[in-house]
């Protein structure tokens, strides 16, 4: 319970920016995709005390992900860039947003639905575990495109609440 660290002798892992643990003995950790380590996403069945690289088809580094279970969820990142896992495969998905902002931070609310947002006022919707991003229907107020960067969100039941930089709204 955080008394007591270890650090774990392993391969060296490119910078790493989530972490998600399921139980005691399976985790997945996102970050940065290197020549070793192209997918940029990890496994780890032993408590992390070792981590495989995730397969994908494309070299990608991540800002954010969320997981349902060890085998299964989203991950998002630079230039608009979302993959889905599954069955620790990791495949490109679509989001509506061609304007190539970053993606910041996820959340899955459910097997099949989650929000995901980022800079210039960015929120997406899916209803489909991450294969495909959509703009919600209800419109954000105009100067949240032009004055706002997102990196928090939370969600709850058809609730959203999302906010970021310059750090002076919370918009729900």
């Known amino acids: 319970g955080g008394k007591r660290w270890t650090t774990t002798d392993q391969q060296l892992l490119p910078v790493l920016v989530e972490l998600q643990f399921f139980d005691a003995q399976h985790g997945v950790a996102i970050g940065r995709s290197s020549a070793l380590f192209p997918s940029g996403v990890f496994s780890s069945d032993d408590g992390g005390r070792s981590w495989q690289p ?14 349902t279970d060890p085998n299964s969820g989203a991950v998002a990142g630079y230039l608009g860039a979302s993959s889905v896992l599954r069955r620790r495969v990791l495949q490109p998905s679509r989001t509506v947003d061609d304007s190539l902002r970053a993606l910041r931070k996820m959340v899955l609310t459910s097997a099949t639905s989650g929000w995901l947002i980022g800079d210039g006022g960015l929120v997406l919707s899916t209803g489909d575990l991450g294969q495909s991003w959509q703009t919600p229907l209800g419109a954000l107020p105009s100067q949240a495109e032009e004055l706002f960067d997102f990196h928090a969100v939370a969600a709850m039941g058809q609730h959203c609440w999302v906010a970021g930089t310059p750090g002076s709204r919370v918009f729900l």
Not at 54 to 67: E, I, M, N, Y
């Open 54 to 67: 995730v397969p994908a088809k494309r070299v990608q580094s991540w800002l954010t992900g969320d997981f």
